[in-house]
């Protein structure tokens, strides 16, 4: 490989980011300069098929970090609540976000692997890569935050220049001792989330940047570890990391089933409707907790039964005749109080969490089958 044909075009990138973030303003532009300087790496040095028998192993490792991380943060998301993405399905956004980015990650991937597999004698090529990765990841991202103060500039070393810089070491670190596929689905899946799934944890920003780096540590701890004991007992190590992957499916099953089967404390249903907006909507999720009617007070949200349906109104009023408990409800949105009144015994709890989104599912399937359980 010509060395310094190499070094020009990793220049190249270098300066197309700075033309097009700083210069001349233009995602799109950068993205096309990627890949005919990508495409370049193709046509001059080709590609060779990888054979690593570490492939499968970190590759496995790689995917059931994703997965614990993704479970951990949208975990928590319950709690600290979610926002929502700037998703859309109209072709410019499917196309100049989405597929264009998509294909700007895979050929600079593999522009690193071929670096790292055809330049064996020196690590300066690599090292130089990695150095333009991530300057073109800072600078892509530096217009979003005010630099002029030393609040800005700590938000944006601690949100961006340090997660950026561990991600490109992982990445040319796996491409390096591994294959382009584990650092090509770390890459992927850890820059698009943000822009193909519709909501996402409202984790802040340091609480964000710090679960990345913990990603980051652990995808590396698990990779080098293993490696070194591959190379020592290859069918012991595949065996065994195969197994990790389930631990994270069987995390989020058993969360699931927890929170939807009502076997604890808490239970999450689904609202099948637009009574309570703005507090929540149709679509969204809550989580009560199951409590008794002499444990709620005027303005509470309640959960009850009523004929058959789950309702979820706010309490206007609460009143006792001998030792029953009557409640008057109302829905936020609604211009009346509910003509029902709610006897103590219908009460299945109080509300305290709400879940963006993510009730649209549940919403869907109880219309298609004209189910009543989720109504209001």
């Not at 071929?114 to 090292?127: G, Y």
């Amino acid at each position: 490989m010509k060395k310094y044909l190499v070094y020009g075009l990793e220049l190249l990138l270098f300066i197309s980011a700075i033309i097009f973030n700083i210069f001349y303003k233009s995602e799109l532009l950068l993205k096309i300069s990627i890949i005919i300087i990508g495409i370049i790496y193709l046509l001059e040095y080709g590609f060779h098929k990888d054979n690593s028998y570490l492939k499968p192993l970190v590759t496995r490792i790689v995917i059931s970090c994703l997965l614990s991380f993704f479970i951990i943060i949208y975990s928590i998301g319950l709690f600290l609540g979610f926002n929502k993405t700037v998703l859309s399905f109209n072709f410019n956004y499917l196309f100049n976000v989405v597929v264009l980015e998509i294909v700007a990650i895979i050929l600079l991937e593999l522009m690193r692997y071929i670096i790292c597999k055809n330049l064996t004698t020196t690590k300066k090529p690599i090292v130089f890569f990695t150095i333009i990765m991530m300057a073109l990841n800072i600078i892509t991202e530096i217009n979003g935050y005010n630099l002029g103060e030393a609040e800005g500039i700590f938000v944006f070393i601690s949100v961006v220049v340090i997660p950026v810089v561990s991600r490109e070491l992982l990445c040319s670190y796996l491409a390096y001792k591994v294959s382009y596929l584990p650092a090509l689905i770390f890459k992927l899946v850890i820059v698009l989330y943000e822009f193909v799934l519709p909501i996402i944890p409202n984790l802040g920003y340091y609480l964000y940047a710090t679960f990345n780096l913990f990603l980051v540590f652990f995808i590396y701890y698990l990779s080098s570890k293993s490696i070194d004991y591959a190379e020592k007992a290859k069918v012991y190590v595949n065996k065994s990391t195969r197994r990790v992957i389930y631990y994270p499916i069987i995390l989020l099953l058993f969360i699931i089933i927890v929170l939807i089967s009502g076997i604890f404390r808490y239970k999450m249903i689904a609202i099948g409707s637009n009574s309570m907006s703005p507090v929540y909507g149709r679509g969204d999720a809550v989580i009560y907790k199951k409590v008794d009617a002499n444990d709620v007070q005027y303005g509470d949200i309640i959960v009850f039964s009523k004929e058959g349906t789950i309702v979820t109104h706010r309490i206007t009023s609460i009143t006792k005749n001998g030792n029953v408990i009557l409640i008057k409800t109302k829905g936020d949105a609604n211009n009346t109080i509910d003509s029902f009144t709610v006897n103590g015994s219908e009460v299945l709890g109080k509300v305290e969490y709400r879940i963006k989104y993510i009730g649209f599912p549940t919403v869907w399937i109880n219309e298609l089958f004209e189910g009543r359980e989720i109504n209001d």
